[in-house]
């Protein structure tokens, strides 16, 4: 491996920073719409042939993205096969029919749909970079629990790569979809050798993106008021165990999907 770690030129590094006048709103204005516009569909159109440029430019933007200890653990394989495609969506179909078989009750969408996605691109993270962060190695409890942070740490910086990718084929005109359903160690060891990737590396997910099959909708948000505090944790959203059980069994599909009858 070339190790392209460069000597930081602080003057350089300084020169491409670029931010507006602080309130200046042009930007935010724009960036909004392109987040408002970030909407999930779950069927494309096939036909649709994305440019290589467009999957340079969505990974420019998760190159930026932010990471602990800027470890950027993130690698991102776009699959253009076809057949390929079609094998990965056949592993997530066959997921779809097991958990209608366990009964786990939840809404899981039509997965056939990621075979129609022109923009097909695994996510993945190499989690020994959990060595970047304190932890002891001594396989003692304390370093358990430093190791956990540490892969929450990852994790999220992989999500916030991510974000931007999704951020960035929104503002290029796709729709997309974030599929993890791909995390549990079997569906990892299925994918892997499908596209080579080495033990070590964890797929995380997958993101889809494309023109969409039919009208894609805006999902509802919860109002600011129920999720923003002021200095201190305002109790008057808070759930208790009976209302989170409660809205996942009456409320959950209709906030996934267009409605209670139309999983997508
Ligand atoms: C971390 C994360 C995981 C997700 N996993 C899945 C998934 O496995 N399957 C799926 O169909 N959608 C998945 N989604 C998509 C969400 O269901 C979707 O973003 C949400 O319903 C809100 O809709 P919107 O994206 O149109 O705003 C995921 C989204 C995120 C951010």
């Given at each position: 491996m070339t190790d392209t770690t460069p000597a930081v030129d602080l003057k350089d590094a300084e020169a491409e920073v670029d931010l507006p006048e602080i309130g200046d709103r042009s930007r935010y204005d724009a960036l909004m719409q392109v987040i408002r516009n970030r909407v999930t569909v779950r069927?494309?159109?096939?036909?649709f042939k994305v440019p290589t440029e467009h999957f340079e430019m969505i990974i420019e933007a998760a190159r930026h993205g932010p990471s602990g200890a800027n470890s950027q653990p993130w690698q991102f394989i776009v699959v253009r096969e076809p057949a390929m495609k079609q094998q990965i969506a056949e592993y997530f179909v066959a997921e779809q029919r097991f958990r209608a078989k366990a009964k786990m009750k939840f809404p899981t969408p039509d997965y056939r749909g990621l075979a129609t996605a022109p923009g097909f691109v695994v996510v993945c993270s190499d989690m020994r970079w959990t060595n970047a962060f304190p932890v002891l190695n001594d396989d003692s409890a304390l370093d358990r629990s430093y190791h956990e942070n540490a892969e929450r740490i990852l994790l999220q910086s992989v999500a916030a790569a991510t974000m931007s990718a999704h951020l960035a084929a929104a503002a290029l005109g796709y729709n997309v979809w974030w599929v993890t359903a791909i995390g549990q160690e079997e569906a990892q060891d299925a994918i892997r050798p499908l596209l080579g990737i080495?033990?070590?590396?964890?797929?995380l997910d997958i993101m889809l993106f494309g023109p969409p099959a039919a009208a894609p909708y805006k999902r509802w948000r919860r109002p600011p008021e129920e999720i923003l505090h002021w200095?201190?944790?305002?109790?008057?959203h808070f759930m208790s165990d009976a209302e989170l059980e409660d809205w996942i069994k009456t409320r959950r599909h209709r906030v996934m999907y267009k409605d209670a009858s139309k999983i997508d």
């Open positions: 069927k494309f159109n096939p036909d080495p033990p070590e590396i964890s797929v200095d201190h944790y305002n109790c008057e």
